[in-house]
């Protein structure tokens, strides 16, 4: 009887883990999405190609490289639209967790992403091109949002945002 117990108390307790990382992800792709929507204004304003949608499509990803300088140029133009930056170009807190909460986050795990974005841009304060540092810190937060096990799937974001256009 005491080992059913255990049994019982280990599958509640790995369920209420699994239900945490799902919910995560889950707001992960509506973060996503939200971020997204804005995408085609900026391709258009800074005159982005085709491959920009390529890198965005597979950004989640972790073994898709992101090397191309304007994927980091249109996160920026993405990022002010949605008023995420502060005048330096660094992620605002207050907005990034008022957005990220918009979009179904929890307190704590916008609390998590914003800490994670600062300690990747805290990472990549050398790199002097702005656009190369946004690239950078962005695939520092992809491989957090990994190790946290958040990382949303990119299909089902595009076909979303694509059936709202």
């Known amino acids: 009887m005491a080992g059913q117990l255990q049994l019982f108390v280990a599958l509640v307790l ?22 997204i929507k804005v995408l085609d204004e900026c391709k258009q304003e800074l005159n ?9 499509y597979h950004f989640w990803k972790e073994d898709y490289s992101l090397l191309n300088r304007e994927t980091g140029c249109a996160i920026i133009c993405m990022s002010k639209k949605l008023d995420l930056l502060d005048p330096d170009g660094n992620l605002h807190h207050g ?3 008022e957005f990220a ?16 974005v600062h300690e990747c841009e805290k990472q990549h ?4 091109d702005e656009c190369l540092r946004k690239l950078e810190v ?18 089902v974001i595009v076909t979303e945002v694509l059936t709202e256009m």
Do not use: Y
């Open 14 to 35: 790995f369920a209420i883990c699994v239900s945490e990382i799902d919910s995560s992800a889950e707001t992960m792709k509506n973060i996503s999405s939200g971020f």
């Open 48 to 56: 982005l190609g085709e491959h920009i949608l390529n890198d965005f």
């Open 95 to 97: 907005n990034a967790k």
């Open 101 to 116: 909460m918009k979009h179904g986050a929890e307190e704590e795990v916008a609390s998590k992403m914003i800490t994670l």
């Open 125 to 128: 304060t050398g790199v002097e």
């Open 138 to 155: 962005a695939k520092c937060f992809r491989s957090g949002i990994h190790q946290l096990n958040w990382a949303p799937n990119m299909d």
